[in-house]
């Protein structure tokens, strides 16, 4: 029922590119770090779940990238073929790739969560990492997966209800962003520049941002408006 409200909304080429749509899974990209052996087995074990015990689809560069491709290329096209999940390591904030992973999937606005799989120490934590939802998970163990799926299938429905609420409004409103979750300083990367006396706004479901975040916005963007749908 969401694809095909999104249908009516959303660019589509139609005839079998369209029928298509309906029969694709949706597509997980599992970020994680290969630095420590946590990123690895985290990863590799909730992609072993996800293709055993539910409709989804994923991505685990391990396994998925095909001989002969780039592999920058292939990584920064899947980002922005389904929703992310960050496996949060010790390590994984250091790792160059990992840190434009989720920069890329914060760009493009994609559902995204992180699994916190934390033992001791993040040198470095990454900024970029916050704003969504977080899921404790023992590295070690593999007894919450089920509820990370959970997790992130909320996530990926509440922005498809996002996107079919505020489709009629996207055709007409160049120069606005229409966000799922509540706006960050990095959404400003992502807001379109239209013509340089359209109105500039970033629109996001309740509730309101913290006073704190709204004059932030303020005073590193005077000219964007950041604003509920209902405002």
Known sequence: MLRHSLDQFLPASGGDDAFGRYLDKIRIFISHSKHDGDGEFVGGSIRD?????SPLDSFFDVHDIPPGLSFG?????????GALLAVHT???????????????????????????????????????LGNV??????????????????????????????????GSY???????LFTA?????????????????SAHAIVYPEPLLSADD?????????RVRVQTLTD
């Open 73 to 81: 290329d292939v990584l920064l096209l899947e980002i922005g073929a």
């Open 214 to 222: 709204e004059r932030l916005f303020r005073e590193i963007a005077p």
């Open 133 to 166: 939802p977080v899921v404790r998970m023992d590295p070690g163990r593999t007894d919450r997966i089920e509820t990370v799926a959970g997790c992130l299938l909320d996530e990926i429905f509440r922005t498809w209800l996002w996107l079919c609420r505020v």
């Open 49 to 53: 779940w996800i293709h055993a015990h």
């Open 181 to 197: 979750r509540p706006p960050e300083l990095i959404a400003l990367a992502a807001v379109p520049l239209g013509a340089e006396d």
């Open 170 to 176: 996207m055709t007409n409103s160049p120069g606005v």
């Open 90 to 128: 010790d390590s994984y904030s250091s790792r160059e790739w990992c840190r434009r992973e989720v920069i890329e999937a914060k760009r493009r606005l994609v559902p995204m969560i992180v699994v916190d799989c934390m033992r001791d120490v993040d040198p470095r934590g990454m900024p970029y």
